[in-house]
């Protein structure tokens, strides 16, 4: 009896379910109420009319989430990749899923543990964390990631060649506009501020060179900064080309009347 009570609460729990998919609505409205709440706590008069209902809504939103936790730590056994009643355990407990759901509601509790208002500062923080909790109800994040995973090789090699040209760009900055303005280039990692900026192609205007060779090498900058950050961007929207034609291809057709795949000629 108790197995088929696991069964039935893990099948509840998981998304995409038929079973659970009352729970999963229930549990993505919830996320986004709280994340609601979390804003809304920042207008002052807000915050000063309906104080007492946000915090019972933290309340209740916290319960939810701690039942929730413990019973997919009880239930995940079903799984076969967590079968074993312990290790099984632990190792579901370090998943991403699950980690991100303990930072949903663990938060909470540390003022009970440590009362200090500093606590309180970063428990408001961690509450937005509860975002993440949405993976778990989203394919689109599951396309990112075999998009990142296809194309690492690629974005690992512009962002390498970005950081050379940001530490070689700031260098030159640093030897041609550090006796004119010392305090805006006081030192290498200080012009790597106005290098970040400026092949990100933002430009504050709080650091700017002021000598005609630092004028140069800003315009040189300009300029390598406009391709070469355009690049990821291509690169990334190609990935999600492969990725979404790859899941079409893969999709099998299935017959209405047997339910038997249908393969493609």
């Known amino acids: 009896m108790s197995s088929g009570i696991k069964h039935h609460v893990h099948r509840l729990l998981e998304p995409g379910d038929d079973e659970g998919r009352w729970f999963d609505v229930f549990i993505i409205c919830l996320i986004v109420l709280n994340v609601t709440a979390v804003v809304l706590e920042t207008v002052w008069w807000i915050n000063a009319r309906f104080a007492h209902l946000f915090d019972l809504f933290e309340m209740f939103s916290v319960a939810v989430f701690t039942v929730e936790y413990i019973l997919r730590v009880w239930s995940c056994t079903v799984d076969p990749r967590f079968s074993d009643p312990i290790r099984g355990r632990f190792r579901f407990m370090r998943t991403p899923l699950a980690v991100a759901d303990l930072l949903a509601f663990l938060p909470f509790y540390l003022p009970f543990v440590f009362p200090d208002m500093r606590v309180l500062r970063v428990v408001r923080l961690f509450r937005?964390?509860?975002?993440?909790?949405?993976?778990?109800?989203?394919?689109?994040?599951?396309?990112?990631?075999?998009?990142?995973?296809?194309?690492?090789?690629?974005?690992?090699?512009?962002f390498v060649s970005l950081l050379i040209l940001l530490l070689v760009s700031s260098t030159l900055m640093y030897e041609v506009e550090h006796d004119a303005q010392p305090d805006k280039f006081s030192s290498i990692p200080a012009a790597m501020w106005w290098g970040l900026v400026t092949l990100a192609t933002v430009g504050y205007g709080d650091v700017y060179p002021v000598t005609p060779a630092g004028k140069l090498i800003g315009s040189v900058v300009v300029m390598l900064g406009i391709g070469l950050f355009a690049l990821p961007a291509g690169i990334i929207a190609s990935g999600f080309s492969e990725a979404l034609q790859r899941r079409r291809e893969s999709h099998e057709m299935v017959c209405p009347h047997c339910g038997k795949p249908i393969k493609r000629r």
Request: charge should be neutral; glycine fraction near 0%.
């Open 128 to 158: 937005l964390l509860r975002i993440m909790k949405l993976v778990r109800y989203t394919e689109s994040i599951d396309l990112f990631e075999d998009v990142i995973r296809m194309k690492k090789d690629e974005l690992v090699l512009v």
